[in-house]
């Protein structure tokens, strides 16, 4: 499945003490995700009329996840890749600063 084919919008109400949080999967006739029997249960997303949010949570509950989210989220093979190879020229670096001889 195509990461584009699916949205997710986040509204935090201002002033307010929840989280709406709204599935959208998109295409030629978008369609929103609701919770029914703890599956997700796609609608037709009707324009100009308010629709209800895929699922709401306490501010509280939504902080701890955004939270959780991106300190523990997958990373991508490249930025691993990436971290590695510094790791590996930083060992060297120090490998030549330990055994450096002595002239």
Known sequence: MNNNEWAV???????????NIYIIKKGLKPEIAYIKDN??????????????PTLKLPLEVWNT???QLINDKVREKSEVEAELSATKYHLEDFRKLVFKKDK
């Open 9 to 19: 919008h986040i509204q935090k109400n201002l002033g307010g003490y929840n989280v």
């Open 39 to 52: 599956y997700l249960e796609l609608s037709e997303l009707i324009g100009g009329v308010e629709q209800e």
């Open 65 to 67: 996840l955004e939270h």
